[in-house]
Every structure is written in C-alpha cells, then in structure tokens.
C-alpha cells in the first residue's frame, strides 16, 4: 500500500437525497466498507445529505460501528456532546496548535477501552487549513528501522508510560504556551469542577492514576498495552508505530520507558517528524464524514483560521 491510497474517497450517488436514503445506503454496504477500511486505513464519504452531530451518530452506526463513550474509556480531554457518544474536537481550544501524529487512546493499559474505529464529521470547514493529517502506522515503523536503528530496537522492546501535568487555572489560563506553542487548560477547565474530591472521584471510578501535588495535578499512566514497536492482533503481522503524541507539550508532558527511564525530548522528535513527513492531509466540505481504522493509522489536526466545527465518535 502506498501513502496516496489513504484515504479512499466514497462519493455518495446521486439518488440519495435524504437521511433515510444514506442510512439505508451506509447499512447494505457494511461488509464493503470493512473491506475498504482494512485496504486503505481510512475511507472519507463525500456528498452525503448528512446535517448535524445527531445524523452523524445515526450513520457511524449504519456502519456497524458500536460506539463508545470518550469519558468512559479514560478521556480526559474536553469534549462537550452534542449526541450520545459523538463529541466536539480541540478546534475552539486551540485553533493554531498543530497536533502530533497519534492512535487514539495508545496510552490506554486496558485493550478494552481503545477503539478500533475512529470517525469525524466535518459541519462547518474552516476558511483556511484545519485539515485532519493521516499516515499509516506501518510506514512510520518500517522508517524508524531504516533511519534510526537503534531507537526503533528500543521502541521494540519497551511499553511506554505516558505521564502529565496539568496545572491550577492560576497559572494556567486556556491559550497557547509560549513556551511549547501548543494549547494548555488547568485541570478545572479539563474536568468542569473546582472541587479537587470530585476529580479524585471521578479518576478512582474510571481507573485512572492521578495524584494533587500542591495545586497541580499529575498523571502517571500504567504502561501501555502494547509496546511502542508492535504487531497487534488483525493486522496480519505488520508492525506498526503505536505511540500518542510525541513531543507535544514537552513544557507539561513527558513519557518513560518500562524501566522509569524518560524518553528524551530528541527521541520522541524523530518519531513526530517521521510521522509528519509522510502524511495525507484531508480538507474537509461540509457534509464529509470520514471513518478511520485505530491501529493502522495515526491521525492529527492541522491549524486553522476561522470558524471550523467538526466532530468526533469512536467505537469498535
């Protein structure tokens, strides 16, 4: 498979001319869009008459996708509904960050709380950038061997742990960090409370490591459930490069080895920089919709400018 087969475009007929239409559509043909998920990683469907978080729900489904909810599986980021398991993406947070290659929930130690599918709807494009980058796990590790030998045999052997910061809203206001250039919420921001207990709670109820150190709030993921360097179950023996976001917020973030050891700033940038090189940057129409296979493709965001509503649902 080559880069310029990510992804496959489905172009709606033109006798849909209505929801109806789409699901009735989407649903007979569930078996051929497997089929060309697991060909090409990724499939954007183009023209359909689809308005609206709630249609976008009702469609990922007619595909057989049994979605998830983002919190239940650990998702600590800000997502507000719109419809049941369908959320909202960084863009009114962040609109300038650019986003490192990552899998969905590849920091999870539980292979139950990782989707197998990721899919966004695009209502409202932004006036410039804002595309959704994608590139194939498996060239970002056949790279990394070639290039950097010694890293990809380190990456083989080790889970990785991926570890954070997140500061009282003092010191932290919603905007870009001047010292990393990526977006920066407090904990209060990220988990709608001021009450510390009720984050605690919140974090014992769903599994997740955090721990207040003065105001701020620090998470020591459990190691990951594959190793950085991996071949995991249905992808017919290919290793693929299954880290999160690799150098994104070195000022709050960092990541460690198996054996405590921290993953060191310039090696997390050869595999962000690999990851981007090779990538395929989907702009979006209004109405497009795209579903994505989870661990055999990496996605990102793009900056934008402007206006720029597209959403996000995942499931297995």
């Known amino acids: 498979m080559t880069m310029n087969q990510i992804p496959l475009t489905w172009q709606s007929p033109r006798s849909i001319s209505d929801m109806g239409g789409a699901i009735d559509y989407i649903s007979a043909r569930k078996d051929e869009i497997q ?3 697991e060909n090409h990683s990724a499939v954007l469907f183009r023209g359909f ?14 595909t057989g996708v049994e979605l998830l909810d983002y919190h239940g599986i650990g998702g600590g980021g800000v997502r507000n509904s719109d419809w049941p398991s369908v959320y909202t993406t960084i863009d009114d947070i962040a609109p300038q960050a650019r986003q490192s290659p990552h899998h969905e929930r590849a920091r999870n130690s539980d292979i139950t709380k990782i989707p197998s599918k990721l899919a966004f709807y695009c209502e409202v494009p932004s006036a410039s950038g804002g595309e959704t980058a994608l590139c194939l796990s498996s060239s970002i590790a056949d790279r990394l061997k070639a290039r950097h030998p010694r890293l990809f045999a380190k990456l083989s052997e080790n889970r990785l742990r991926y570890c954070k910061t997140s500061f009282d809203k003092r010191y932290s206001p919603i905007g870009i960090c001047p010292v990393c250039h990526q977006s920066h ?3 209060q921001e990220a ?3 001021e009450s510390k207990e009720e984050v605690l709670s919140h974090a014992r109820s769903h599994g997740i490591s955090l721990e207040f150190y003065d105001d701020d ?3 020591k993921g459990e190691l990951t459930v594959h190793k950085a360097i991996s071949s995991p179950t249905g992808l017919g023996g290919r290793l693929i490069c299954w880290t999160h976001k690799m150098n994104e917020r070195p000022c709050s ?8 050891t921290i993953m060191h700033f310039h090696e997390q940038e050869c595999v ?6 090779d990538e395929v940057r989907v702009q979006w129409r209004a109405g497009d919709f795209m579903l994505i296979d989870n661990f055999s493709a990496q996605h990102s965001k793009c900056p934008h400018r402007g206006d720029r509503r597209v959403y996000l649902t995942m499931g297995m």
């Open 253 to 260: 973030e960092w990541i460690e080895y198996e054996d405590g």
């Open 49 to 62: 008459p689809l308005h609206g978080p709630a249609e976008f729900g009702r469609i990922i489904t007619a």
């Open 185 to 187: 919420i407090s904990w």
């Open 272 to 277: 962000r920089r690999i990851a981007i090189e």
């Open 35 to 37: 089929k060309a998920l």
């Open 217 to 219: 709030l620090v998470r």
């Open 191 to 193: 988990f709608g409370t």
